[in-house]
Nanobody, 122 residues
Framework: QVRLVESGGGLVQAGGSLRLSCAAS????????MGWYRQAPGTQRELVAV???????NYTDSVKGRFTISRDNAKNAVYLQMTRLITEDTAVYYC????????????????WGQGTQVTVSS
């Protein structure tokens, strides 16, 4: 199983920056895709950014140019650098990974962190 622990959320003024971190631990063979999602009150969870095992990245349009996703495969960690934050970025941010727990597994399993609150004040 994979356990994800997020950190780095908090309260920041509009225009400010935050860096989210997510570290994976437990028993697994390999982590593939790593990503960040967010969910604001009364809305569905949405993809923010994702990075593949090869380091390719993809972002939702609203954060392009402001957020940067990165990963450290040696540490089984993924990060989200958020700059020029706006009030609309306020949400609970969730880390997720797709992983195989053993080399013979046919497919990956998606795991989620517990979420970290990001609040942007005007």
């Amino acid at each position: 199983q994979v356990r994800l622990v997020e950190s780095g959320g908090g309260l920041v003024q509009a225009g400010g920056s935050l860096r989210l971190s997510c570290a994976a631990s437990g028993s697994f063979f390999r982590i593939y895709t790593m990503g960040w999602y967010r969910q604001a009150p009364g809305t569905q969870r949405e993809l923010v950014a994702v990075t593949s095992a090869d380091g390719d990245t993809n972002y939702t349009d609203s954060v392009k140019g402001r957020f940067t996703i990165s990963r450290d495969n040696a540490k089984n960690a993924v990060y989200l650098q958020m700059t020029r934050l706006i009030t609309e970025d306020t949400a609970v941010y969730y880390c997720n990974v797709d992983a195989k727990t053993r080399p013979t597994a046919i497919s990956t399993v998606r795991y989620w962190g517990q979420g970290t609150q990001v609040t942007v004040s005007s």
